[in-house]
């Protein structure tokens, strides 16, 4: 089958545009929604440096390639990759050297740390002390914590994260079907700068997964594919098949929950996303009120967070 938009072979059929691709056109298509996306996200006359949180697997190594592509060159602005190790054997390892080789060949300045340095002990023994149907909440709940502390001594404007459209609906349907408005309010992008918290970015947040794979592969990109073996645990897997299914059916569905979502963003925030966060009462990070969810999950697992 041939490119629509000139006479090469095309590598792709985007379904939901009934557009064939060949390699460059699908570049081109991949690169300008993400750019336009990054500009709607970020102003960039407000910023200085931008964070960008890199696991080594393809979404957050393609996020970091199209941030250098945009602001690369600039003299005003910089990126600091921030990475965490959070201690899964046989798996985060090889994906720390992905990203370590990606920051070098990009020549960005980036920073690592372990649950185990922050926390006292790798993801793999906290999970041999709590139930084993939750270790993605501790993994999340620990992870964001440090991504916001690491983005903040660092001194980020932002924090970009390579959450993909599959990411976003998955959440967006899981909040939703949960009833937990609260939190469906607060998802990034951050548009509303609060106290403590360096909002979060997601160029990628339009971006579906099976693109951005084939923006890895045609681009020759070296990416780490394996799955989390902790990730068979996750309610969020149910949530990708439903919305799998509902694609395969009607394309176009998971931009159709994102849109949805838009549209409502602004009366949710009214609602429920407004107001001051406070320090935690023990760490002094923000939170909506009291001991935040970090230091009530090191309190369970008799672990504190070691400075
Ligand atoms: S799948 Fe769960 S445990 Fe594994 S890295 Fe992701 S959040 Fe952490
Ligand atoms: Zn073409
Ligand atoms: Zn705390």
Same mark, same amino acid.
């Not at 996200?41 to 190594?61: F, P």
């Not at 005003?76 to 920051?103: H, K, N, P, Q, W």
């Not at 404007?157 to 390579?162: F, H, I, P, S």
């Not at 403590?196 to 990109?221: C, D, H, K, Q, S």
């Given at each position: 089958m041939n490119c629509s938009q000139c006479r090469n072979k095309a590598v792709t059929y985007i379904r939901y545009s009934g557009q064939h691709l060949c390699k460059e056109h699908f570049i081109d298509f991949f690169e300008s929604r993400v750019f336009k996306e990054f500009r709607k996200q970020v102003d960039l006359s407000k910023v200085s440096r931008i964070g960008v949180a890199v696991s080594g697997g393809k979404d957050s190594i393609v996020a970091l390639r199209m941030i250098h592509k945009i602001v690369g060159e600039r003299r005003d602005c910089d990126i600091f990759g921030i990475t965490i190790d959070e201690g899964i054997e046989d798996y985060r390892a090889s994906s720390l050297e992905i990203a370590i080789e990606e920051y070098e060949r990009l020549g960005v300045d980036y920073e690592i740390r372990s649950f185990e340095e922050s926390f006292g002990q790798p993801l793999d023994e906290m999970v041999d002390e709590?139930?084993?149907?939750?270790p993605c909440s501790v993994c999340g709940v620990l992870r964001r914590w440090l991504m916001n502390k690491m983005a903040k001594d660092a001194g980020a404007d932002v924090l970009a994260t390579g959450l993909n459209l599959d990411d976003t609906s998955q959440s967006l349907l899981m909040n939703f079907c949960r009833g937990d408005m609260e939190k469906m309010a607060r998802l990034?992008?951050?548009e509303i700068v609060k106290e403590g918290l360096v909002p979060r970015i997601a160029? $990628? !947040? !339009?971006?579906p997964e099976n693109e951005a794979y084939l923006y890895a592969l045609v681009n020759g990109m070296e990416i780490h594919q394996h799955e989390c073996p902790?990730?068979?645990?996750? $309610? !969020?897997g149910l949530y990708r098949d439903v919305l799998g299914q509902l694609e395969d059916n009607t394309p176009g569905t998971k931009f159709a929950v994102l849109s949805s979502y838009e549209k409502i963003k602004d009366e949710l925030l009214e609602k429920y996303g407004g107001g001051d966060l406070e320090e935690c009462s023990v760490c002094g990070e923000p939170t909506i009120e009291g001991k935040c969810k970090t230091c009530e999950m090191l309190d369970e697992l008799n672990l504190e967070i070691s400075e």
């Amino acid at each position: 089958m041939n490119c629509s938009q000139c006479r090469n072979k095309a590598v792709t059929y985007i379904r939901y545009s009934g557009q064939h691709l060949c390699k460059e056109h699908f570049i081109d298509f991949f690169e300008s929604r993400v750019f336009k996306e990054f500009r709607k996200q970020v102003d960039l006359s407000k910023v200085s440096r931008i964070g960008v949180a890199v696991s080594g697997g393809k979404d957050s190594i393609v996020a970091l390639r199209m941030i250098h592509k945009i602001v690369g060159e600039r003299r005003d602005c910089d990126i600091f990759g921030i990475t965490i190790d959070e201690g899964i054997e046989d798996y985060r390892a090889s994906s720390l050297e992905i990203a370590i080789e990606e920051y070098e060949r990009l020549g960005v300045d980036y920073e690592i740390r372990s649950f185990e340095e922050s926390f006292g002990q790798p993801l793999d023994e906290m999970v041999d002390e709590i139930d084993v149907q939750k270790p993605c909440s501790v993994c999340g709940v620990l992870r964001r914590w440090l991504m916001n502390k690491m983005a903040k001594d660092a001194g980020a404007d932002v924090l970009a994260t390579g959450l993909n459209l599959d990411d976003t609906s998955q959440s967006l349907l899981m909040n939703f079907c949960r009833g937990d408005m609260e939190k469906m309010a607060r998802l990034g992008p951050h548009e509303i700068v609060k106290e403590g918290l360096v909002p979060r970015i997601a160029p $990628l !947040r !339009r971006t579906p997964e099976n693109e951005a794979y084939l923006y890895a592969l045609v681009n020759g990109m070296e990416i780490h594919q394996h799955e989390c073996p902790y990730a068979v645990f996750a $309610l !969020r897997g149910l949530y990708r098949d439903v919305l799998g299914q509902l694609e395969d059916n009607t394309p176009g569905t998971k931009f159709a929950v994102l849109s949805s979502y838009e549209k409502i963003k602004d009366e949710l925030l009214e609602k429920y996303g407004g107001g001051d966060l406070e320090e935690c009462s023990v760490c002094g990070e923000p939170t909506i009120e009291g001991k935040c969810k970090t230091c009530e999950m090191l309190d369970e697992l008799n672990l504190e967070i070691s400075e």
